[in-house]
């Protein structure tokens, strides 16, 4: 029984990242910005389709980007302005403490993924992390097609950090899409 209470609780906890915003984005103008689990949905489909073109294992690069900011439960999304203040704490740490009550397989299952992820020592993890760069391109792009002004920025900044091929040329044609483009069939 203690167990399923350990993986109830952490359930609820994961349910805080609908609530977290994206806090970069304010300093952009967006007045209600993704969510935190708005932006791991995309991330994680988008590292399933950036491994599937760079040979690697979809699936394993999709899980990696499901786990890569839950952390921010306990930090909330702090912004790129805070570094300068602010000693961001190693995810693997706070994912030691999140997982801590959990069963044995699932407490090891989610500390291993951030693990690997953070590492970006196989080419699953350099999939999501570029699906991470990726998707917040793709938003700027979306906010900046509704008005928002100040999204250049965050554009550059995720193209610059792109590793993969793949990842790099999806970007090139998402900055000359319109984020409709999908519609036109």
Known sequence: MRDAEALAAFGY???????????????????????????TMRTAQLAALIAAEEGATPTRASFLALWHDSQETRT??????????????????????????????????????VDEYESRDSLEAVCANDADKLEMLLQAVEYGDIGVRRVDGWIDSARKSLKTETARRIAGAAVNLSPLSWREG
């Open 13 to 39: 906890e994961l349910g805080l990242l609908k609530r977290v915003r994206r806090s970069g984005w304010w300093h952009a103008g967006v007045r209600d910005p993704e969510s935190v689990a708005e932006h």
């Open 76 to 113: 909330g999304d702090l912004p790129h302005t805070a570094t300068a203040y602010l000693t961001k704490p190693d995810p693997r740490d706070i994912t030691a403490d999140q997982t801590d009550r959990l069963p044995e397989r699932s407490r090891a299952v989610v500390r291993e993924a």
